[in-house]
């Protein structure tokens, strides 16, 4: 009998020599995790000492009372090594890391195998035992409820698998961290700060927690916001294009390339007292753990982007705007604004044959516009009786083709001009106008064009024949007419139109 318990003890020893030796090779962090095993191994001495000294003492009872706690001090060292061999050298060995919870539930249920099957072995009724332990766990129940709770949140997070070891999550008082260990009671998190915060298991389920950076099914890295301020001076769709173009430009280190980063215009005049538009860049973050140093790589991207376009950033303005009025001042300002229409209308084909006294009077009646990509300038089959003369920018002519689908008709590209079928006939207008960047004109009304008309009535069919060639051209891809035909709708389209301008200016 002592002879097998003393190849068991040593057998025991040596197995825990070479189980440290191993953990220490393959994942040192569990080393603590041997703690338990020395401590069993030890019961286990102390218990088998007991009963040869109660045995010695012929004391029967005592002495099969520490060999039956003997056996189960060993039953306790064996499962806590192989628990030990498992998860802390095989498993991690083939890249499969349980957490601590459920390595010590899988120990826990091993423990309360073996000490069912030893006291059966023994010939101690294990109901007994069962009964009694049951009122020990109601007592230990009800005083240990808190912890009891924070011991099932534990489990409960690790069943449900909502929260693994590390993942960043926010806190519900706002705190972010990476959560380090899942424990029995409580779980560690820690902070960009270099600080750990142990929240109770309990809590942790019954808070809103904010896991970061992840969705469903995806990796995705999380969206970070970037912001900026720029004055009202500079329109949003240039700025968007400075800052697009310069953080697509190259890589950005902690930048992810997919989804790619964005630039927004978020708001104008915030809190209703600033004279700037507020924007954001959107990008996502690979590593959450450096988070404002590349929050501060992007803004250096930002600035400098700004810097070369000469556009500043905004700084806090209290403007008291002083306007001198003295006539002469005024009076150059309107000749510069003339001369700056006159020169777009001299770029309009349309109006060749109008004198610079008739030119200065459409002009006299412009007024300026401002149109950004994506816009719809005109509507077909809207009624409005303006003619849009185009400085800068393109646009597209749209048309509604049988089909119900939309057919690019032509592309403009400024200087061109656009809408001088409403103006001119009145008619609706006959497609749609899309500013495809943004497009600076001047706008031409009705009243000043019928002012040189009437002056003029012979002007008119010189206009219907330019009028007429467009018309075609759209009803072509329209209807999709040949050559001939075409050629055969110029004419009827020509006097058709000359008589719809007569009578839209009665003359
Ligand atoms: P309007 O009909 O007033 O409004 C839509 C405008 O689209 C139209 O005037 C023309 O100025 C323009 N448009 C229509 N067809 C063409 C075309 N084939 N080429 C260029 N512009 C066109």
Not at 145 to 169: C, F, K, P, R, Y
Not at 346 to 353: D, G, I, M, N, P
Request: charged content about 20%; hydrophobic content about 45%.
């Amino acid at each position: 009998m002592l002879e097998s318990e003393l190849i068991w003890g040593t057998g025991l020893l040596a197995g825990l020599v070479i189980v440290a030796a191993l953990v220490n090779a393959v994942r040192p962090a569990h080393r603590s995790r041997l703690r338990r095993a020395i401590t069993l191994l030890i019961l286990y001495g102390i218990a088998l000492g007991g009963a040869y000294a109660f045995r010695a003492a012929d004391q029967p009872e005592w002495s099969k009372g520490f060999f039956i706690g003997a056996d189960v001090m060993r039953a306790f060292t064996l499962a806590t090594l192989a628990a030990l061999f498992t998860f802390s050298v095989l498993l991690p060995g083939v890249g499969v890391v349980l957490p601590m919870i459920a390595s010590d539930l899988i120990v826990g249920i091993g423990y309360i195998v073996a000490t069912f099957a030893i006291l059966s072995h023994h010939g101690v009724n294990p109901t007994g035992a069962l009964v009694s332990g049951a009122v020990v766990s109601a007592v230990l129940a009800i005083s240990l409820q808190s912890t009891l709770g924070n011991i099932m949140g534990g489990v409960a997070l690790q069943l449900d698998g909502s929260i693994h070891e590390g993942d960043w999550i926010q806190l519900e008082n706002g705190k972010q961290g990476k959560v380090r260990a899942i424990r029995w009671r409580h779980t560690i998190i820690e902070t960009r700060d270099w600080s750990t915060i142990v929240v109770p298991n309990a809590a942790l389920l019954a808070g809103n927690i904010t896991i970061l950076g992840k969705r469903d099914g995806q990796s995705t890295p999380q969206r970070m916001w970037v912001w900026f301020n720029v004055d009202f001076r500079f329109p949003p769709t240039r700025i968007i294009q400075v800052v697009t173009d310069a953080i697509l430009d190259a890589p950005i280190e902690n930048v992810a390339s997919d989804p790619r980063p964005n630039c927004v215009c978020m708001d104008f005049n915030r809190d209703g007292k600033e004279s700037f538009a507020t924007y954001a860049v959107r990008y996502w973050i690979l590593d959450l753990a450096p988070d404002d140093p590349t929050n501060s790589r992007v803004r250096a991207r930002i600035y400098t982007a700004l810097r070369r376009a000469g556009i500043p950033l905004a700084v806090p303005a209290h403007t008291a705007f002083v306007e001198l009025k003295d006539e002469q001042r005024t009076a150059k300002r309107d000749d510069r604004q003339l001369e700056e229409r006159l020169t777009a209308l001299e770029t309009v084909h349309l109006f060749k044959a109008f004198k610079p006294d008739e030119l200065r009077t459409l002009a006299a009646g412009m007024s300026h516009m401002i149109y950004t990509a994506g816009e719809r300038i005109t509507r077909q089959g809207a009624v409005a009786h303006w003619l849009y003369v185009m400085t800068s920018g393109t646009a597209d002519i749209r048309v509604a083709t049988h089909d119900g689908e939309q057919a690019i008709v032509a592309h403009l590209k400024a200087p061109d001009f656009f809408g001088e079928m409403g103006l001119m006939t009145g008619e609706p207008r006959t497609a749609d106008v899309i500013a495809t960047s943004d497009v600076d004109c001047f706008r031409l009304g009705k009243a000043s064009f019928q002012q040189v008309l009437l002056q003029r009535p012979e002007i008119v069919g010189e206009l219907s024949d330019k009028l007429a060639a467009r018309r075609v051209e759209l009803m072509a891809v329209r209807e999709g007419l040949d050559a001939a035909a075409m050629k055969a709708r110029e004419a009827s389209e020509r006097d058709r139109i000359l008589g719809s301008i007569k009578s839209f200016f009665g003359l």
